[in-house]
C-alpha cells in the first residue's frame, strides 16, 4: 500500500556500485532531482554487489570517492548502510530501511539505469519492488527502450497501467515507474578504470578529488 507523508516530501535512492563515481553520475542524479522535484538525492554504494563479480575495489574506497564528489552539493548525501549490512547488498532491503526510518517516511524513487532495470527479474524479491517505491530509469537518449509492451516484466506487466498524461506506469499499489532520458554523458566507469590502470590520464572524467584520491591510493593501476 502506499504511504504518504503530511510535507510531501520526495527522496531518491541511488545504488550502484559507483566502482568509481564519476561526472556522468553527478549530472544525471542532479537532474532528476530537479525534474523530479526530490530534496534531496542519497548516494548508496554496494558493500558486494551481487551482479558484479570482478574489478571491484573495497566498498570503504567506493564511498570515500562518493562523499568526496557529492560534497558542495548540500542536495547529495551518501549512506553507507550498505556497506554496515553483511554479505551481498539487496536494494529491496535498502528500500525497507528507508521507509522504516519514520512513521511518517517521505516518497521514497529508486534510481537505476536502463541496463539494471532490464535485469530486473534476477534482484532478489523483485516483484516486491514495484510496492515499496517509485523508479526512476535512466535511458541515454535516443536509445531504443522495446517499447512500453516490452520494456516491464512479463510475468507482472499486468500490474501496469500507462499514463499518457504523466508519462509513467503506475502500479496496482499506486507506485509509478518513470523512464528518464538525461543528458548524454559518455562517461563509463569501466573506461575510467581501464584507463587508470594503464597509467593515463582521467582528468574531466570525475570530480578533481576523486582523482586525486585514485592516483593518492593507487586504485585500480596494475600490481
Known amino acids: 500500500m502506499k504511504k504518504h507523508n503530511a510535507q510531501n516530501i520526495k527522496v531518491g535512492l541511488f545504488g550502484g556500485t559507483f566502482n568509481p563515481v564519476h561526472w556522468g553520475h553527478l549530472r544525471l542524479a542532479e537532474e532528476i532531482r530537479e525534474i523530479f522535484n526530490l530534496s534531496h538525492v542519497i548516494y548508496i554504494p554496494a558493500h558486494?554487489?551481487?551482479?558484479?563479480?570482478?574489478?571491484?575495489?573495497?566498498?570503504?574506497?567506493?564511498?570515500?570517492?562518493?562523499?568526496?564528489?557529492?560534497?558542495?552539493?548540500?542536495?547529495?548525501?551518501?549512506?553507507?548502510?550498505?556497506?554496515?549490512?553483511?554479505?551481498?547488498?539487496?536494494?529491496?532491503?535498502?528500500?525497507?530501511?528507508?521507509?522504516?526510518?519514520?512513521?511518517?517516511?517521505?516518497?521514497?524513487?529508486?534510481?537505476?539505469?536502463?541496463?539494471?532495470?532490464?535485469?530486473?527479474?534476477?534482484?532478489?524479491?523483485?516483484?516486491?519492488?514495484?510496492?515499496?517505491?517509485?523508479f526512476i530509469v535512466m535511458a541515454r537518449p535516443g536509445a531504443p527502450d522495446g517499447g512500453r509492451s516490452g520494456l516491464l516484466p512479463a510475468d507482472i506487466v499486468q500490474e501496469f497501467t500507462y499514463r499518457e498524461n504523466k508519462r509513467c506506469f503506475v502500479h496496482t499499489s499506486g507506485y509509478r515507474v518513470y523512464i528518464h532520458r538525461g543528458t548524454l554523458i559518455d562517461i563509463s566507469s569501466t573506461a575510467i578504470r581501464a584507463l587508470a590502470r594503464q597509467g593515463k590520464s582521467i582528468k574531466y572524467l570525475v570530480p578533481e578529488a576523486v582523482e586525486r584520491y585514485i592516483a593518492d591510493n593507487r586504485l585500480y593501476h596494475d600490481s
Not at 83 to 112: C, N, Q
Request: include cysteine; charged fraction near 25%; glycine fraction near 6%.
Open 48 to 134: 558486494i554487489p551481487p551482479h558484479k563479480k570482478s574489478d571491484v575495489i573495497s566498498a570503504g574506497h567506493r564511498f570515500a570517492m562518493v562523499q568526496l564528489a557529492i560534497s558542495g552539493n548540500h542536495a547529495f548525501q551518501a549512506s553507507d548502510i550498505e556497506l554496515k549490512r553483511p554479505g551481498r547488498s539487496y536494494s529491496i532491503d535498502t528500500i525497507r530501511h528507508f521507509h522504516g526510518l519514520s512513521e511518517d517516511s517521505p516518497e521514497l524513487f529508486f534510481i537505476m539505469g536502463m541496463d539494471a532495470f532490464r535485469e530486473i527479474r534476477t534482484w532478489k524479491d523483485y516483484p516486491a519492488f514495484f510496492s515499496t517505491c517509485n
